[in-house]
């Protein structure tokens, strides 16, 4: 879809803000300006501290939640327009754990997409089924609701500063991995979902996450539906993440 591909680390709730400077530095040793976008998704608390290192060096921030009113009394949250005045330029939403865990509904995860894109961050939104849900046909009923319902009420310019991340939540952690087919099946879905919903023939960046790391990561973004990555373990390893990273660059040259 994308000449440009996107490398998006998600820390989740790793690395203290000493460990997450000097994970910049270690990354960035003898490294040029990547052609990619690269995306690093921190804690709220190591956003700031990472700021300069990364923008000087091309590196954009993204954030891994943020909460969907402006400002009031919601102890604990983070707000979009916080996220912006901080540098940052994306934010995950919609992920699994979020879902599962903390018991986001579609409902709200949508009252935070149209938050950040208000706020003019670009989102990053997360949608998979449970193993359960693949084995008993439901998956595509599953990802359909998940965008129907996470992108309600937005327009088709509003999808162009949406990136849709494929995240099986069956695959997340677990070292199993989805087939190359599975993945452009579910690619061809979402643009027949789209199509559909808002009447264009945008097609929305899409790409892969769940167990990707150094060894499969080439597999995947030679797809040619998959515009990138979503990263979790591997991108806490700055030779490893730098290694991916160094990858999807020599793709690009091709």
């Known amino acids: 879809m994308n000449s440009k591909k996107y490398?998006?680390?998600n820390w989740k709730m790793n690395k203290t803000v000493e460990e997450s400077v000097t994970f910049i530095r270690e990354l960035l040793k003898n490294s040029k300006l990547y052609k990619n976008e690269v995306i690093i998704c921190p804690t709220f608390l190591s956003l700031d501290a990472m700021r300069e290192t990364c923008l000087k060096n091309g590196i954009k921030l993204g954030a891994q939640n943020c909460h969907f009113e402006v400002q009031g009394a919601f102890t604990g949250e983070i707000s979009a327009?916080?996220?912006?005045s901080l540098g940052v330029e994306y934010v995950i939403l919609g992920h699994s754990e979020r879902r599962n865990y903390f018991g986001e509904s579609d409902e709200i995860i949508n009252k935070k997409v149209k938050a950040a894109l208000e706020s003019g961050l670009k989102v990053i939104l997360c949608i998979g089924e449970t193993w359960e849900q693949r084995n008993n046909g439901q998956k595509l009923d599953v990802l359909n609701n998940q965008l129907k319902f996470g992108l309600k009420d937005l327009n088709s310019e509003m999808l162009k500063k949406i990136i849709i991340a494929y995240e099986p939540v069956w695959a997340i952690g677990t070292g199993k991995i989805v087939?190359?087919?599975e993945i452009?099946?579910?690619?061809h879905n979402i643009e027949k979902f789209i199509s559909a919903e808002f009447k264009t023939n945008f097609k929305c960046s899409f790409i892969y996450g769940g167990s990707v790391d150094v060894s499969n990561v080439e597999?995947?973004?030679n797809l040619s539906c998959v515009d990138g990555a979503l990263i979790g373990g591997a991108s806490l390893n700055a030779d490893k993440f730098r290694s991916i990273i160094n990858i999807s660059e020599n793709l690009n040259k091709i």
């Open 81 to 84: 327009e916080m996220l912006r």
């Open 179 to 181: 087939t190359e087919k």
């Open 184 to 187: 452009s099946d579910v690619s």
């Open 219 to 221: 597999k995947f973004l």
């Open 7 to 9: 490398l998006i680390a």
